[in-house]
């Protein structure tokens, strides 16, 4: 069976100054994959997803989602940004944030109505923060705010979805019912690429990883390629990791 | 003249009332798009943009000769632009830290003004005496003109303010974020710094161009502090701002000799120090008042489980025990104790203390409190 490609990266390379901080990225990501990104810090792997999103401008190359140009398909797309790219001090309360996730589908000038608080208090229902949508953002732990991020996406009802370190800073229980909705997106038939530092949960949540290191190292399924060869050339260290399956 | 007598003036007298409309639309303007300012950390940006009005507004009076306001405030605002415009373009090209571009930009256009304006003074027509007063500003030179100007792009900054609401919103909190959604972030921040310049080079006749930016940023920076809501946080910097205006206005009116915009500045600047002592929920007083009392509340909790657990070793719970032993305890006071005793959670009786039912009751709480938290 031939499976559909969702994302596809050809050639690219980014570069902040002069340093080019990817180099010559292929990369198909097939439909329906949880996908986890994984590399040493300053690998590239946020760089990566703002390339592909077009939040930064590539010296060469192009990505194509469902074959069509990325610009064409932004609606099927979701973000979810690493926690720390915004100022949670900012005036505003958590179903505001999340409201945002629908401001994509209204377009310029129009208002949010019923419906999107609607889709709003379900998405924060689903990540468990419906108590805490009156707060104000800065009053959230660390770990309530990346479930608004969370929340915000799931809004979107997109059909790929980008998360930049989502488990970051989360304890174990958040963790547990995060990678639940990971996994329950990917049972409706979405794509799901994930920026992942704890390299021992990798087996068990994800199905396809890709290993990044300015260059692409490996990209395939987790049983496959998930081992001390593509570790050691991706983190230059030797590693080893037990790997229970 | 004293306040009293400005406020009974300020509608009959046409001077007096065009010059304070006139301030309190700016200090409105002006607020509403300072909370923008204040909001993406751009505090410099008021302070670039007024200052490379400056060389502006030499150049228009030189080219024209001209010292009819709109004029010279056309110069300002086509110099303000280009300013605004460069210090954009040095970010994104050159990768220098957005104040080092605003303030280079700042000083080389100041530089560049004032270097225009000594020049113009040593020139033999008089006529130039008034150009300096786009330095300190001089509310008295406002006229009606003046004034519906500034209330048409008021009028009109709210219609885009209103307009844009949720892309200006979701700019300011998420840019990248905003990107990804599909809205050109790049027109709604150049729609929002036009509206910045355009406020900036309206106040400069009244306030000023060294002044102008506290007039964006002290209204914004007090508002923030009472409100978590954007649309309130833009609504009350506009009042704040407004306020500032007309008290300042009626303040140097009153005291003969006072020029306006920096009384007006002071006025701005009360509402902050003001309102950062004296927000409730991120004032520093309150803040210092719910420390105290959090400790103090810890202090007796404290000094509760340590009796609790003194009298948990004996049958009868009321059993009486000499204070010393408490004396053992750190962060036991005498105050402590009395507090206790007022919420009748202990007995004293001589040199004994004991505890009541009550407290121990409390005590006991604390401990299921506490084990269920570090569950
Ligand atoms: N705005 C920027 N300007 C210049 N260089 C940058 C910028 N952002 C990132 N870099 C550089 O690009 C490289 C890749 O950064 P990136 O944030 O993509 O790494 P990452 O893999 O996401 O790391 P982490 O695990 O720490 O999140 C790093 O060397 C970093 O220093
Ligand atoms: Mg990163």
Redesign the interface.
Known sequence: MKQKIAVKVDDLTVAYNYKPVLWDIDLEIPEGVLMAIVGPNGAGKSTLIKAILGILKPIAGSVSIYEKPYEKQRSLVAYVPQKGSVDWDFPTTALDVVMMGTYGSLGWIKRPGQKEKKAALEALEKVGMLPFKSRQISQLSGGQQQRIFLARALVQDASIYFMDEPFQGVDATTEIAIINILKELRKAGKTVIVVHHDLQTVPEYFDWVTFLNVKKIATGPVKDIFNDDNLTKTYGINYKVSIQE | MDLQEYFSLVFSDYTLRTITLGTAILGAVTGMLGSFAV?R?QSLLGDAISHAALPGIAIAFLITGAKDSNTLLLGALVSGLLGTFWIRGIITKT?LKSDTALGLILSLFFGFGMLLLTFIQKQPNANQAGLDKYLFGQAATLVESDVWLMAIVTGLCLFVLL?????F??L???K????????NTKTIDILITSFIVLAIVLGLQTVGVVLMSAMLLAPAAAA?QW????S??VFLAAVFGAFSGVFGTAISSSQNNLSTGPVIVLVASVFVIFSFIFSPSRGLLFRQIRFIANRRDLEQQKTLAFMYHIAETHDNISHPHTIKILNNFQGFTRKTLQKLVDKEYVVLDGTMWSLTQKGFDKASNLYNQQAKEDE
Not at chain 2, 163 to 167: G, S, V
Not at chain 2, 227 to 230: A, D, I, K, Q, V
Request: aromatic share 18%; charged share 30%.
């Open positions: 909001l950390k990768h307009l844009f609401w949720k892309e919103k979701i300011l909190f998420d990248d974020y905003a990107k990804t959604l599909g809205f923030r409100t978590n809501s954007l309130k946080m």
